[in-house]
């Protein structure tokens, strides 16, 4: 079984402040982690993934992600906060092995930025 | 532009009926899947199919139920709604299992 879990529903942080969202997985193997956002009335829209490789992940409009096996994590992550980033934000996961291919998702994070 | 096109966007239906939705790719994915999203649950997956002919149940599929009619078409049917299925549904899909999912623009669908 895969799993995931955003333990923060609602994160708020002011503008030009870092911003962390948190994200932590359980799989039996090697997982492929994802990041999507959603705005409001629009469907998810991918930000970045782990596949393999080097543990810090850059993805679109400047957010990053740092992958570590040691803590099943995959914390989202950017330097500076703009107010266009309040969002809703989804980390997910895939097993990278075996016939299911599906992603199982956490239950979303609420971004506001504040100005 | 290519992508994941559902329809409707929005429904209205009375307990009892039935509909459904519709969802087409023209990416050439093998790969769809239904997702319904609720507050404060993320997205639950309801059905899946791995590829053209093949479909399997998913978190939640009682009171569904699809159809992969060909390599670009997944629908999902609801036969009897009930207002425990007012939710907005997702379409998505994807080729490699390295590759993240391509979503819908989504159904906004409410039962009375």
């Known amino acids: 079984a895969q799993s995931v879990a955003q333990p923060e529903d609602q994160v708020n942080v002011a503008e030009g402040n870092p911003l962390t969202v948190k994200c932590t997985y359980s799989?039996?193997?090697?997982?492929?982690l994802f990041w999507y956002v959603q705005y409001p009335n629009r469907g998810l829209q991918f930000l970045l993934k782990y596949i393999t490789g080097d543990n810090l992940v850059k993805g679109s409009y400047g957010f990053e992600a740092e992958f570590n096996k040691s803590q099943t994590s995959f914390h989202l992550k950017k330097p500076s906060a703009l107010v266009s980033d309040s969002a809703l934000y989804f980390c997910a996961v895939r097993i990278s092995s075996g016939s299911a291919r599906q992603l199982t998702f956490g239950s979303g994070t609420q971004l506001t930025v504040l100005p | 532009n290519a992508g994941v096109t559902q329809t409707p966007k929005f429904q209205v239906l009375k307990t009892g009926q039935s509909m459904t939705l519709q969802c087409a790719q023209d990416m050439n994915h093998n790969s769809m899947y239904w997702y319904r999203q609720d507050p404060g649950m993320g997205l639950r997956l309801i059905y899946y199919?791995?590829?053209?002919?093949?479909?399997d149940k998913g978190e939640v599929p009682n009171g569904y139920n699809v159809s992969r009619l060909n390599k670009r078409e997944f629908s999902l049917r609801l036969e009897s709604a009930a207002p425990s299925q007012t939710s907005v549904y997702f379409c998505?899909?994807?080729?490699?299992?390295?590759?993240?999912?391509?979503f819908g623009s989504g159904t906004r669908l409410t039962v009375v």
């Open positions: 998505a899909s994807s080729e490699e299992r390295t590759d993240g999912y391509t």
């Open positions: 799989v039996s193997g090697n997982p492929y």
């Open positions: 199919s791995a590829s053209e002919g093949t479909t």
